[in-house]
């Protein structure tokens, strides 16, 4: 997999930012662990100094966002107004105080006690939420002062790009282009980042999902795609954009028992406006369950749509199992 194609500023900055969030996130974590079992009273002791772990680190992130834009630019015009990290610091990506955000580690460990946990497993539930909203804000800090330093050197379009390890939400945007005044799409914990778009070759797997995924080891391709069979079933020819779709949903992907055997199948894709219902809909038992209409303005298939796993486990060889594949809508 090669990284080499977009420019150097840009692959610098990425390993900048995880390096300084990624920092933060464990000062964060490391603080969280003189929690006491009387919540409010050891989080008064604690939040001083981890809420100073968090404001440095929204201004160095936002320093270095502001800086990566003219950087990547090469010899950008003089900016049309100038900004500083520290105008950042204090408010988190939904415009709420950063503060608010590291109390509700507290709130959802007391939530965790009142559904009958232990004080300790109510910590850790608390310190896994605390590390998670962190890293988002701070990514969230960056992405928005890359954004205020893209206006200010006239960026128009920018590219999303991949910040290794990556999900499978995150891998299927890869190369997405936005405008400048679009928000970036982004799931909690998300770490990608923006590319000035006139600056990405396309060429990049940070920037080309299927390079991206092309590029990683069979166990890593099964860990980015759901499962063991999602992983064959993209070797196979399957989309990727499929396979993850169909777990964007939660319970999306159910279990079921149908002549005593155990399938796997989602509903996903399986709407009129979906790719699958009009590759199902070829074959003459499916065709003959018909639609529904569930709840919504949308008619479904009343067959279920077969997950890889199972289509592999009924399969008589491989070649019926990329028969299946197609019938169900995974290749495209």
Same mark, same amino acid.
């Given at each position: ?10 692959? $610098?900055?990425?390993?900048?930012? /995880? ?5 933060? %996130?464990?000062?964060?974590? $490391?603080? =969280? ?25 929204? @201004?160095? %992130? ?19 107004? @100038?900004?500083?990290? *520290? ?14 955000? #590291? ?5 959802? &460990? ?10 300790? @497993?109510?910590? &850790? ?18 992405? &928005?002062?890359?954004? %205020? ?6 960026? !128009?379009?920018?590219? +999303? ?17 936005? =405008? ?5 799409? !982004? ?5 990608? /980042? ?11 797997? +940070? ?15 099964? /860990? ?8 064959? #079933?993209? +070797?196979?020819? &399957? ?8 777990? /964007? !949903?939660?319970?999306?992907? +159910? ?12 509903? @996903? ?8 219902? =009009?590759?199902? *809909? ?36 491989? #070649?019926?199992?990329? $028969? ?9």
């Amino acid at each position: 997999m090669s990284l080499q194609t977009l420019p150097e500023a840009a692959s $610098r900055y990425a390993v900048e930012q /995880r390096y300084e969030i990624g920092a933060a %996130v464990h000062a964060v974590s $490391r603080l =969280w662990r003189g929690m006491r079992d009387d919540f409010d009273a050891s989080y008064a002791r604690v939040e001083p100094a981890l809420l100073a772990v968090l404001f440095t680190a929204q @201004e160095r %992130v936002a320093d270095g966002a502001l800086a990566y834009v003219p950087d990547v630019l090469g010899d950008p015009p003089a900016p049309l107004y @100038e900004s500083a990290g *520290s105008r950042f610091v204090g408010v988190a990506g939904d415009g709420l105080p950063v503060a608010s955000m #590291a109390y509700g580690a507290v709130v959802q &460990a007391k939530a965790a006690v009142a559904q009958g946990l232990d004080v300790a @497993e109510a910590l &850790a539930r608390g310190g896994r939420h605390l590390t998670l909203t962190a890293g988002t804000m701070l990514s969230d800090t960056g992405r &928005a002062a890359e954004k %205020v330093s893209g206006g200010a050197h006239r960026v !128009r379009k920018w590219t +999303r790009m991949l910040n290794p390890p990556s999900c499978g939400r995150c891998v299927i945007l890869a190369g997405k282009t936005s =405008w400048q005044s679009e928000a970036f799409d !982004r799931h909690p914990g998300c770490d990608c /980042r923006n590319v000035p778009a006139s600056e990405d070759t396309g060429e990049d797997a +940070r920037t080309d999902p299927k390079a991206y995924l092309d590029g990683l080891s069979e166990d890593e391709q099964e /860990r980015v795609l759901g499962s063991k069979a999602n992983g064959q #079933a993209f +070797r196979d020819g &399957a989309d990727m954009n499929q396979l993850i779709n169909a777990y /964007r !949903r939660k319970g999306a992907v +159910r279990a079921a028992q149908i002549n005593g055997q155990g399938i796997k199948y989602t509903r @996903e894709g399986t709407t009129r406006r979906g790719h699958a219902y =009009w590759q199902m *809909s070829q074959a003459q038992y499916i065709r003959e369950q018909s639609v529904f209409r569930d709840g919504t303005k949308y008619y479904r298939l009343k067959a279920p749509r077969l997950m890889p796993e199972t289509i592999y486990k009924t399969a008589k060889d491989p #070649a019926d199992a990329k $028969r299946l594949l197609k019938l169900y809508g995974w290749i495209v």
